[in-house]
């Protein structure tokens, strides 16, 4: 019979090679952290552990020994993610309000790490990343119940930015009042337009009156400091712990789906084997039919368009810019033959980012 040190000792070697091979792939790891940082994405990638996972399982004929490999491969995933949170710890992540406003929440969500700093709109956490303030911006793109953010995407079309990624952020708006305040005693309610019709019906049922603030945690907290048992705010409950108020009443947005897209936006344009989406942009040419011929150009050539919508271009009187998000890879040859048509038929083209499809931020609770 063998001696047992023998084993060890080929264990020994075994290990040895292991760990070059943890170093090698560490140091790919950290320019995959330098990678991510640079074109603002965050560090968990769900699809992309999912493929690595797959790929595993394949290698395998032994599926006992294929199910203790995959535990040992999650293992390393998780190191190497602490690794890559380290070394993107420093990231600065740009949004429009204050502590406790949804952009917050959704920002604090896909960048658990780095610094968080809110700006007073959307143009000025966007101008932040322009001038290099900040890595990323994460911003309302659209909501499910009332719509598109048009001051958003008109910063999209206008500006350098791209989005590279789109995240949706359940939403779940609450009557938020002083403390001591009873529902019967409010008359006002504050917050965001968009939250205001949110909850319309609401509003209307109560017979409230309404006053709009830049965003839902900046009328919570003009709520607080105001201390008017008549005056409530429309805000998300992680908001009302945050300013000392009352949940008066819960869940008032009209649509149980109800549900906010918030886009990331970096100086760097990203495309990663798991993007199978882009964002288009684009004026036509003011003739008979400009706009039906550059939607058949794009379908011609196999692109599916998931969104179309238009923007009224500002400086110019009754002329409007399209947005499209199409599934597919514009960088193919079939890609690259569909700009080259579009650019004939349009006067501004565009580029505006690439994406895989919307994760939803399942993190904590609905906020």
């Known amino acids: 019979m063998e001696d047992i040190q023998i084993f060890r000792k080929e264990i020994d070697t075994v290990d040895a090679r292991i760990a070059e091979l943890f170093k090698e792939r560490m140091r790919v790891v950290k320019k995959i952290a330098a990678w991510k940082k640079e074109h603002g994405l965050p560090?968990?990638?769900?699809?992309?552990?999912?493929?690595?996972?797959?790929k595993a399982a394949a290698r395998f004929d032994d599926r006992e020994l294929a199910a203790y490999y995959l535990v040992f491969l999650e293992d390393l995933m998780r190191v190497s993610k602490r690794y890559q949170t380290r070394l993107t710890s420093g990231m600065q992540i740009a949004y429009a309000g204050v502590q406790?406003?949804?952009a917050d929440v959704a920002s604090k969500r896909i960048f658990p790490s780095?610094?968080?700093?809110?700006?007073?709109?959307?143009?000025?956490?966007y101008r932040a990343v322009e001038r290099g303030e900040c890595?990323?911006?994460?911003?309302?793109?659209e909501n499910s119940y009332a719509g598109t953010v048009g001051s958003v995407m008109d910063l999209i079309f206008e500006g350098d930015l791209y989005v590279t990624g789109m995240y949706d952020l359940p939403v779940s708006q609450n009557l938020l009042g002083?403390?001591?305040?009873a529902l019967s005693d409010v008359k006002m309610v504050v917050s965001h337009p968009q939250a205001l019709a949110q909850c319309a019906p609401f509003i209307k049922r109560m017979g409230f009156e309404t006053r709009t603030a830049e965003n839902t945690a900046v009328a919570a907290k003009a709520v607080a400091q105001a201390g008017?048992?008549?005056?409530?705010?429309i805000a998300g409950r992680e908001t009302a712990s945050l300013y000392g108020l009352t949940v008066l009443d819960h869940d008032i947005n009209e649509s149980a789906l109800n549900s906010t897209r918030f886009a990331v936006l970096s100086k760097a344009a990203t495309k990663s084997g798991g993007d199978d989406r882009f964002i288009l942009m684009f004026t036509v040419n003011d003739v008979a039919g400009a706009l039906a011929g550059a939607v058949n150009v794009i379908a011609s050539h196999g692109f599916n368009m998931k969104s179309l919508k238009s923007r009224p271009v500002k400086n110019k009187a009754w002329q409007y810019y399209f947005y499209v998000e199409a599934e597919g890879d514009e960088t193919s040859g079939e890609g690259r033959e569909m700009l080259k048509e579009l650019s004939e038929k349009c006067g501004k083209l565009k580029i505006a980012g690439h994406f895989g499809a919307a994760i939803e931020l399942k993190d904590g609770e609905k906020v």
């Open 43 to 54: 560090v968990f990638d769900a699809k992309r552990e999912k493929e690595i996972l797959e």
């Open 228 to 233: 008017d048992i008549s005056v409530a705010a």
């Open 178 to 181: 002083v403390p001591g305040a």
């Open 100 to 102: 406790g406003a949804f």
């Open 114 to 125: 780095g610094e968080h700093v809110g700006y007073g709109d959307f143009e000025e956490a």
């Open 135 to 141: 890595d990323c911006a994460v911003l309302p793109v």
